[in-house]
Antibody, heavy 117, light 110 residues
């Protein structure tokens, strides 16, 4: 059984950056893509990016191009998502999700990020 | 990439059926059979309940079924139970390694 364990809650100032990690356990890291999805308070799910860890090549949603970096560390079975130039609109819960057949099959527990001055 | 359109709310009494819709475009829902559905209870991570339009992961009750016609996908929950009260999101592959979610439907069991 694959488990995705994310880093803890963050509080950030506007204009700063946040880095969220997602460690994979119980499965072969790199054999499936990892996506990042965010959910603002009371809002829906929003796909941000994905990466195939063995290739290390990410794809970003156009909305986040230039402001997001997703990377993978095979030595620690961990995927990272960094979002820059934060504003209050970035306050959300960020999820990582393991993908199989272009669906989001395994989900991390979510990382709340609050952007506030 | 615009979000897929879902009705904001739906409801039904226990034992009844409810059908949720998810409308996209010819570039996403209409182009690929990679539509999936997710159930999300308050404060929890989403859970995959339907993938590839109409397939159920192991452990998901057969009360949940999916279909697609053109640019609209549907999720039917038969024999509604109290624990089915949740938010439901659809998702579709949109080509070029991009994905899009629906706006979400809140299901209330009366």
């Amino acid at each position: 059984q694959v488990h995705l364990v994310q880093s803890g809650a963050e509080v950030k100032k506007p204009g700063s950056s946040v880095r969220v990690s997602c460690r994979t356990s119980g499965g072969a890291f790199g054999t499936y893509p990892i996506s990042w999805v965010r959910q603002a308070p009371g809002q829906g799910l929003e796909w941000m990016a994905w990466i195939i860890p063995t290739l290390g090549i990410p794809t970003y949603a156009q909305k986040f191009q230039g402001r997001i970096t997703v990377s993978a560390d095979k030595s620690t079975s961990t995927t990272y998502m960094e979002l820059n130039s934060l504003t209050s609109d970035d306050t959300a819960v960020f999820y990582c999700a393991g993908m199989v057949n272009r669906d989001f099959e395994f989900w991390g527990q979510g990382t709340p990020v609050t952007v506030s001055s | 990439q615009s979000a897929l359109t879902q009705s904001p709310t739906a409801s039904g009494s226990p034992g009844q059926s409810v059908t949720l819709s998810c409308t996209g475009t010819s570039s996403d829902v209409g182009a690929y059979n990679y539509v999936s559905w997710y159930q999300q209870h308050p404060g929890k991570a989403p859970k995959l309940i339907i993938y590839e339009v109409n397939k159920r992961p192991s452990g998901v009750p057969d009360r949940f079924s999916g279909s697609k016609s053109g640019t609209t996908a549907s999720l039917t929950v038969s024999g509604l139970q109290a624990e089915d009260e949740a938010d439901y999101y659809c998702s579709s592959y949109a080509g070029s390694n991009n994905f899009v979610f629906g706006t979400g439907t809140k299901v209330t069991v009366l």
